[in-house]
């Protein structure tokens, strides 16, 4: 399971899409918007997932990390 904050710009995004291409599992982190990037909506739940985190607060950061086994 890969993390890319910040999945919703341009290049978290493309990141996001070359490494669901390649058959990796990734989570996306959003800060305030819980919205599905349009691109990946059709793997989320098997290949992308969501969580929301402020990188500025290590407890959530470390609670994604950890729910999602990255």
């Known amino acids: 399971m890969i993390l890319i904050v910040g999945g919703m710009g341009f290049i978290g995004m493309n990141t996001a899409l070359r490494l669901v291409e390649v058959g990796e599992k990734i989570v ?3 800060h305030n918007a819980h919205r599905i990037p349009g ?19 290590a407890y959530e950061v470390f ?3 950890r729910r999602h086994q990255v």
């Open 28 to 30: 996306v982190g959003q």
């Open 39 to 57: 691109p990946l909506e059709d793997e989320v739940g098997r290949q992308v997932f969501t969580a929301r985190m402020d990188v500025a607060n």
């Open 63 to 65: 609670d994604v990390v």
